[in-house]
């Protein structure tokens, strides 16, 4: 922690410590912050980037604490819907995984409009088979007449 004195406070910069937890569709972002005690002059950001921000400015005695952390977050989160809750010294942050359905979703898409556009092509080949048919029938009827 960097500490500077100023009028009679002590001003200081810390870096916080985090860890990593990967869950099943979801991974946890643990900022470890036992200076901070409730959730005020926290912030939490997300950049169009995928990069997440975290900062906080904070008093703790006589001690101003402030500190800035970047994190590059992976492709595969929903930056949309991530959470943010601080808890007994700890900020954590729920990074949701982007859903597999959401890209099984456009092949099952494709998938039913391909069995429908095969369901339609077949019903047109039996048509023309059909209506083939019906015209070799007619037109043999109308020679032999």
Request: aromatic fraction near 8%; hydrophobic fraction near 40%.
């Amino acid at each position: 922690m960097m500490e500077n004195k100023l009028n009679g406070s002590v001003e200081g910069h810390f870096e916080p410590s985090y860890e990593w937890q990967h869950q099943e569709g979801v991974d946890l972002l643990l900022v470890h912050l036992p200076e901070f005690k409730d959730k005020e002059g926290l912030k939490v950001q997300v950049s169009n980037c995928g990069v997440v921000r975290i900062s906080g400015d904070g008093q703790a005695n006589q001690t101003r604490l402030n500190f800035l952390k970047e994190i590059q977050l992976r492709k595969d989160h929903n930056v949309d819907a991530i959470k943010a809750k601080f808890e007994k010294g700890v900020l954590k942050i729920t990074l949701p995984k982007k859903s597999t359905n959401e890209s099984l979703n456009e092949v099952s898409r494709f998938k039913k409009f391909k069995k429908v556009a095969l369901g339609v092509a077949a019903i047109v080949v039996v048509v023309s088979a059909f209506s083939g048919f019906a015209y070799y029938i007619y037109r043999t009827t109308i020679v032999k007449d």
